[in-house]
């Protein structure tokens, strides 16, 4: 997940959400305004609404290699149990 920088400043954080035990109750953003305290800790990090689309997309057409690999390391694995 990425830190979200839309039009008007406002940067969309990710944030996760855990139960005591530390099992995972959820995700979502929270949206972080100009002059917020936290907001110069995320400003340098985060992407356009665009950028971070650009970068979904060509993970996606790049991942081809990686996914083989990570199916050729799977069997592997089931071959070895």
């Known amino acids: 997940m990425y830190v979200i920088r839309l039009a008007d400043g406002t940067l969309r954080v990710p944030q996760?959400?855990?139960?005591?035990?530390?099992?995972?109750i959820g995700n979502a953003y929270v949206d972080v305004q100009p002059g917020d305290a936290d907001y110069d800790k995320w400003l340098p990090e985060s992407l356009t609404e665009?950028?971070?689309?650009?970068?979904?997309?060509?993970?996606?057409?790049?991942?081809?290699?990686?996914?083989?690999?990570?199916?050729?390391?799977?069997?592997?694995?089931?071959?070895?149990?």
């Open 16 to 24: 996760t959400l855990t139960s005591e035990d530390g099992r995972l």
């Open 50 to 81: 665009e950028e971070a689309a650009e970068r979904r997309s060509r993970w996606e057409e790049e991942n081809d290699d990686l996914e083989r690999e990570f199916l050729a390391f799977k069997a592997s694995q089931e071959e070895d149990a």
